[in-house]
T-cell receptor, first 114, second 114 residues
Framework: KQEVTQIPAALSVPEGENLVLNCSFT??????LQWFRQDPGKGLTSLLL???SQREQTSGRLNASLDKSSGRSTLYIAASQPGDSATYLC?????????????WGLGTSLAVNP | NAGVMQNPRHLVRRRGQEARLRCSPM?????VYWYRQLPEEGLKFMVY????????ESGMPKERFSAEFPKEGPSILRIQQVVRGDSAAYFC????????????FGPGTRLTVT
């Protein structure tokens, strides 16, 4: 059974710092991995999607890496800003048929202080 | 092209009433996933549907919950005789097909049972 773990559960940093969020999964037979952002009481914003054959994806100040064999992904945020404050969620889909249901971590709650 | 639409955005029901949550997928999308986010818990997969077919309902509670995705119209998640423990945010996502296609999320419906 696939389990997704995110560390740390919470993180508070001063503005401008570079930071790394971690995601690990127990079953390496994934199809893809996604990072999402969720603001309090709001919906889900997809940040980056990495296919299992890829090693990393970049979007602006965000860079996500994937090491499928070791069951790990990291989300790197450069030059953090107060507007980055949110919960960051990692989710994986399995590599079996066409069913791409997502298995989710509990998230990392990020606070960037001005 | 409008995104995934969910309505209502907020729904209040008394214990014992029925709740109907609607999800209109993106144009051309024929696959729908439903997820539930209980307070202080992570997102959990509930059900995966294609037009007129339930493909995977392994995450659905055995009683009171049902889902459909008719040939015409939105996907419906129905909860009969709601209880306080059903209070949660319910998100749907749609994709063009299974396989390699990304899931796009709606804004969610927040159900409160009083």
């Amino acid at each position: 059974k696939q389990e997704v773990t995110q560390i740390p559960a919470a993180l508070s940093v001063p503005e401008g710092e570079n930071l790394v969020l971690n995601c690990s999964f127990t079953d390496s037979a994934i199809y893809n991995l996604q990072w999402f952002r969720q603001d309090p009481g709001k919906g889900l914003t997809s940040l980056l999607l990495i296919q299992s054959s890829q090693r990393e994806q970049t979007s602006g100040r965000l860079n996500a890496s994937l090491d499928k064999s070791s069951g790990r992904s990291t989300l790197y945020i450069a030059a953090s800003q107060p507007g980055d404050s949110a919960t960051y969620l990692c989710a994986v889909s399995r590599d079996a048929g066409n069913n791409r249901k997502l298995i989710w971590g509990l998230g990392t709650s990020l606070a960037v202080n001005p | 092209n409008a995104g995934v639409m969910q309505n209502p955005r907020h729904l209040v029901r008394r214990r014992g009433q029925e709740a109907r949550l609607r999800c209109s997928p993106m144009k051309g999308h024929s696959h729908v996933y439903w997820y539930r986010q209980l307070p202080e818990e992570g997102l959990k997969f509930m059900v995966y549907l294609q037009k007129e077919n339930i493909i995977d309902e392994s995450g659905m509670p055995k009683e009171r919950f049902s889902a459909e995705f008719p040939k015409e119209g939105p996907s419906i998640l129905r909860i009969q005789q709601v209880v306080r423990g059903d209070s949660a945010a319910y998100f749907c996502a749609s994709s063009l097909a299974g396989g390699s296609y990304e899931q796009y999320f709606g804004p969610g419906t927040r159900l409160t049972v009083t």
